[in-house]
């Protein structure tokens, strides 16, 4: 069986996580069957993984618990407009927020609720009064 050890939001620890498949986490979604995601067996959440890359089993973050997978949706919702809608340069708005987060950001790796406000927050102050 494969393992690897993968920051659980749920449960706040490194977990040893297990490689599974679609046809496990989404058994109603046929498309999803033969991609891998890496599983926290102690609650039950997951992670896909980079499947469209050579090292297909890479987990794509940390495994988001409930409400950080929500807020990270929000999240996605305030930045991407962003850049593909209104100019903003997406490699200055990463690295914004990796000043406000304290390491290199990526959506996919804050931890939980707390992070992800944080970043709602910046994105607020960035948003042209438009949005």
Aim: charged share 30%; proline share 5%; net charge positive.
């Amino acid at each position: 069986m494969n393992s690897r050890s993968i920051y659980c939001c749920n449960c706040g620890c490194d977990v040893e996580a297990r490689l599974t498949d679609g046809g496990e986490i989404y058994p109603h979604r046929k498309d999803l069957k033969k991609l891998p995601f890496w599983k926290c067996d102690t609650c039950n959440q997951f992670v896909g993984c980079h499947h469209k890359t050579k090292d297909r089993t890479r987990p794509l973050g940390v495994i988001p618990s409930p409400e950080v997978k929500a807020l990270r949706r929000k999240i996605h919702s305030k930045l991407d407009p962003l850049w593909k809608e209104y100019g903003f340069n997406r490699k200055k708005i990463y690295a914004e927020l990796s000043e406000v987060i304290g390491r290199e950001y990526h959506t996919a790796d804050l931890r939980n609720a707390d992070e992800c406000e944080m970043v709602l927050s910046e994105l607020y102050e960035m948003r042209p009064t438009c949005i």
